[in-house]
């Protein structure tokens, strides 16, 4: 995380200890002087910073390590009841809230199936204030000690008060679901776009970890990727890049939900897959959320003597291996994690054969230098990079704004 130039006494001290809560949180438990290291300061700056964390209780002792020579050093971790945060993936084919403690650990957790085909912006709204309802209830946690509640949504958000939502391929043109919310809950909210949070949660505890430049692919029924360049989230003007989904691979190729045509959504998107397969064994489309999930895991089993199976999953590898040749030249990353439920339900067959189409895509110095590698998180990576979106605020305030 990038910490702030500042010469301000005050500025300097919540620096200090957002550079220190940072540190535990990520890897915690540590010592005083490992503290120290990290952010930088002397070992007088950190005994009475931590002094002041442990008072307000934001962080625990935890255990002692030996040092050479001298007494044995406390440990410090985060107090994992300090506050908790909570993170919803609104998914087409789930709307998922779960509440974590702040060493991210699942308190209580819930998911909804959407009961329209596509998601209907009511419908939504109210399957994420029941299912917040439900975690509180369920861990017993006070709403008093909640630090926020971060809401992973497809589509692009326009960082405004009501946070609206354009979803193009759901008909979402602006949907101010911030606001909406806001009429069920007074916590504090953080909006954002589903693969950004996705990608956050990766970056974090996943298989991005470590990667300087890295390119987190989403594949679920939507397709996206967030980018990070020198460490840092790359977000564009209007904080909408990463929309690889709507790039085109087939001039007026396939019709895409967005409207347009040849979008690599419309070949590598859950619902085309699926789409797709029907196409060959000329059945009627899949209708709604939860089936299209089962008809998903129906192919991935399928096995070599079901020949429609076998040609989608080789097309499906061709678009995508394209797709990831793009990214690699576009941008030069060390590191591709790919994940989302539909490149989990697929599995190594598909990124080994994605693998094999962009080498021979890419250009060959920026493909020597990338690992392309499975995403690490599971099925609830969506909803833990939501819940970290309050968390980050957490940590750059430097638990400055104790739980209310
Ligand atoms: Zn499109």
Redesign the pocket.
Known sequence: MARPRTTNPRDLRKSNRATALTAVYFDGPMSRQGIADAAGVSPATVSNLVTELLEQGAIVESGAQESAGGRPRALLRMNPDYGFVVGVDVGETAVLVEIFDLEMKVRASHSATPESPGLDAAETVEQILDGLDRVIAESGVDPALILGVGVGVPGLVEHGSDAAVYA??LGWDGVPIGALLRKGTDLPLVIDNGATAFGQAEKWFGAGRGAEDAVIVLLGTGTGVSIFTDGEPYRGASSSAGEW??TTVVVDGRL?????SG????YVGGRAIVDRYDQLRRRPPASTGGDLVDRMTGIAHAGPADRSATKVMSETATYLGAGIADLINLFNPERIVVGGWVAQLLGAELLAAARDVASRHALRMPFRDVAIVAAELGRDAVALGAATLPMSRFLASGAEHPPR
């Open positions: 193009q391929t989904g709507h895409c939900r967005c409207g347009a979008c690599l959504e419309a």
